[in-house]
């Protein structure tokens, strides 16, 4: 059997540090996040940076790794960048308002393979990306 499919990365800022995630977020790999969130926030007491950019699945695990993981930060947890899936389960379970969508400027030198996270598109902007990418691809909602 595979190795998980979720890989984790943490890198150190000037404001705290930055968690890189990739793969696929759900029952068997939220542990893995959890834990990486929880030594990332009792670390110190800067930011930490969640960068779910390369995020290709969320399921509720996922969820609740990130609420639990908001709930313990004290609004030290900052989401910074995530992928258009991502972005669009957040909003759904109304999560996206209890992330923080600010951010402290990327580790100088980021992991290798890695590029500058991408800035937050404004809500708006979103719902219509995803719309036109569902009507192009054959789901028009109800």
Known sequence: MAGPALQVETVPSRCGVWVY???????ATAGILGQALADALAGGTGHVDLDLSNVSFLDCAGLRTLERADKASGQRLRLV??????????????MQSHLDAGACPPPA??????SAPSVERNLMSDIVG?????RRHGWHGS
């Open 81 to 94: 960048a995530a992928s258009e899936m991502v972005r669009w389960i957040l909003r759904l379970s109304g």
């Open 109 to 114: 030198r980021l992991p290798a393979g890695k």
């Open 130 to 134: 995803i719309t036109i990418h569902h």
């Open 21 to 27: 995630v990739a793969g696929e977020l759900d029952l």
